[in-house]
């Protein structure tokens, strides 16, 4: 496991950066509102106010920036000043991103958030998503110290006094239920099985004082849980429903958390193919999400009825297993003809909202799942889709994913309509509907079989396949690594080889940020105290592999023109360090530094030398 403590205090104290790595966080005008008397003890004596000023009129976010202040102990990082009106004000997947690129490394670190009020918490989240609690890699487990971030957060705006105590708590208490969650969707399917998944949830109930309700194996067979155990009848750990009731004195309404616990998806007998398989140990996100903010809840007094219900099932190939034309009776006493095993989250989710209508009174039912890449085409990887029959609840889920930074965006619910996809002739329903492009419709019919969407008690289906899959809200590369992304959608590469390197043998990448200009790649140099960019006229994806084979060592002979960087200015003129080398010219740049020329033939020579 990754040996990392997080830790949220109202002050971090003072400590020279060399001893305790430090990075200041927050959107630009935010960074000019804290005053230097306030970081002074975190800098000095490295860093002087004059160079403190200097760094924040270098920060130029597009949409993000940083500088360092003092090698690599100590770095600002300016967020995006402003965002859309469907992503959250406090630009949380940033964050994430910045910390990992960001953060110094150290055994003892601190981070200094500046924001306001509104955005500590999603900010919060975002930080902890930064240091995931699973890793196998075995540097990480021959270091035996531990490792602790401490979180300062300083207020700007309106509300901007002392972070109070039960402020910190319940940004600790939502923090380690986001990486909870993380942990266990990390961990792979041969250590995180449904047993296993059953004793974290008896880890959690113990903490907060609860008993699980468990069913599994045959006994959901017997009392009719023909979803769940008709998924997971094939693997070698049985499936299981299981129950954290919380109940407390004075409740005024029941709510119920319903989670997909999917601990791997092989498709089943519909199997999926090599390249879609991969990362199906992540199809438990939607239980492992409900177990992380269930514990949080609790933790912070939830003074409602609430049931967290986990469906768990391994989707798994045997001689027991689901085939399709198979017909399975749900716990609402529905049937359901399978046309399609790969279509499991529906099944198991079935039976739990089944449960929690049935036996545990749910006035309200919210389910968390991971059921189809449809979801990504509609949504996006970065939001996360809800369906419901409440528009009041509709616009409730919006508002919360901007303010926690879980981002989520409505679909239509129109079950009506879409029913009709999933007529059977010889039972009540197909569990997969006729046309693929509904993909994203099939979750609210399935939400409570049979009824098309006109109870009166509030459902909501929260769909986020893409999002926690690595590519959303987990998006972001390791620390200290770069990306270069070609022309016209090229792939992209990791980290720079050393002969891209600025400057020459100091063993520093660059930060370069592309972005597609037709046939040419913008790259941008990031040297304080003022950024250039170069421009290389290359023809795009060609350079690129170039780029690629060099980096592995293999020759590379381009057919195109040799690439010219330039600032735009007068015409070139012979290079006097490279005479007689084709391609070297030196181009005019505009007023600065005398070894300008120099930058430029040097970085010109470093492309073309061996392309």
Not at 194 to 204: A, N, Y
Not at 514 to 528: E, F, I, K, T, Y
């Amino acid at each position: 496991m990754a040996n990392v403590g997080l830790q949220f205090q109202a002050s971090a104290g003072d400590a020279d950066p060399q001893s305790r790595p430090l990075l200041l966080l927050g959107q630009l005008h935010h960074l000019h509102r804290v005053p230097w008397s306030h970081v002074r003890g975190k800098l000095q004596p490295r860093v002087t106010e004059e160079l403190w000023q200097a760094a924040l009129s270098t920060l130029n976010p597009n949409p993000t920036d940083s500088c360092p202040l003092y090698l690599n102990y100590a770095t600002v990082a300016a967020l995006p000043s402003r965002v859309s009106r469907h992503n959250s004000p406090s630009a949380a997947h940033f964050v994430t991103r910045l910390v990992r690129t960001c953060l110094p490394p150290g055994t003892h670190r601190c981070i200094l958030m500046v924001c306001e009020r509104s955005d500590a918490f999603a900010s919060a989240c975002a930080l902890a998503r930064a240091f995931p609690l699973f890793t196998h890699r075995s540097g990480a487990s021959r270091r035996s110290e531990k490792k602790t971030v401490t979180v300062e957060f300083f207020l700007v705006g309106q509300d901007n006094g002392p972070v109070e105590v039960s402020t910190l708590q319940c940004l600790t208490n939502a923090t380690e239920g986001v990486r909870l969650a993380a942990r266990i969707v990390d961990t792979p399917c041969n250590e995180m099985n449904t047993d296993t998944f059953l004793e974290e949830i008896k880890k959690v109930g113990k903490d907060l004082g609860i008993t699980p309700t468990i069913i599994r194996d045959e006994e959901l067979k017997t009392r009719g849980f023909g979803g769940i155990y008709g998924v997971g009848k094939a693997a070698l750990h049985p499936p299981a429903l299981a129950v954290l009731s919380h109940t407390p004195e004075g409740a005024t309404q029941t709510i119920a958390w319903v989670g997909k616990g999917i601990v791997y998806d092989t498709g089943g007998l519909s199997i999926k193919g090599k390249t879609t398989m991969p990362g199906m140990k992540r199809d438990c996100g939607g239980a492992a999400a409900v177990l992380g903010a269930f514990r949080a809840a609790i933790k912070q007094g939830f003074k409602d009825n609430l049931h967290a219900v986990f469906c768990l099932a391994e989707n798994s190939v045997g001689p027991n297993a689901t085939r399709p034309d198979d017909i399975h009776l749900l716990y609402s006493g529905k049937t359901v003809e399978i046309n399609n095993t790969d279509a499991e989250g529906r099944l198991v989710l079935a039976d739990g909202v089944s449960y929690a209508c049935k036996d545990l009174g749910a006035d309200i039912i919210l389910d968390m799942a991971t059921l189809t890449g449809a979801q990504g085409i509609a949504t996006g990887k970065y939001h996360a889709a809800v369906l419901t029959n409440s528009a009041e609840w509709e616009a409730a889920c919006v508002k919360a994913g901007r303010r926690c930074g879980d981002l989520v965006h409505p679909l239509v619910y129109c079950p009506e309509l879409h029913f009709s996809e999933f007529t059977s002739a010889v039972a009540d329903m197909k569990n997969s509907v006729a046309v693929g492009s509904q993909g994203t419709r099939r979750a609210p019919a399935w939400g409570n079989p049979g009824d098309p969407g006109h109870s009166g008690a509030p459902q909501i289906h929260a769909q986020g396949g893409s999002p926690q899959s690595g590519d959303g809200s987990l998006a972001g590369l390791p620390a200290g690594a770069s990306r270069v992304t070609g022309a016209k959608g090229a792939p992209s590469l990791g980290r720079l080889p050393h002969w891209l390197q600025w400057p020459p043998g100091e063993g520093r990448p660059l930060n370069p940020r592309a972005r597609s200009l037709g046939s040419l790649s913008a790259v941008s140099w990031q040297r304080a105290p003022t950024p250039r960019t170069l421009l290389v006229a290359t023809g795009g994806r060609p350079w690129l592999r170039a780029v690629a084979e060099r980096a592995q060592g293999r020759p590379h002979e381009s057919k195109r023109r040799q690439p010219r960087m330039h600032f735009g200015g007068a015409p070139p003129a012979p290079c006097p360090d490279c005479p007689g080398q084709k391609g070297h010219d030196v181009f005019s740049a505009p007023p600065g530094p005398g070894q300008q020329p120099k930058l430029l033939c040097w970085a010109l020579h470093r492309l073309t030398h061996w392309l």
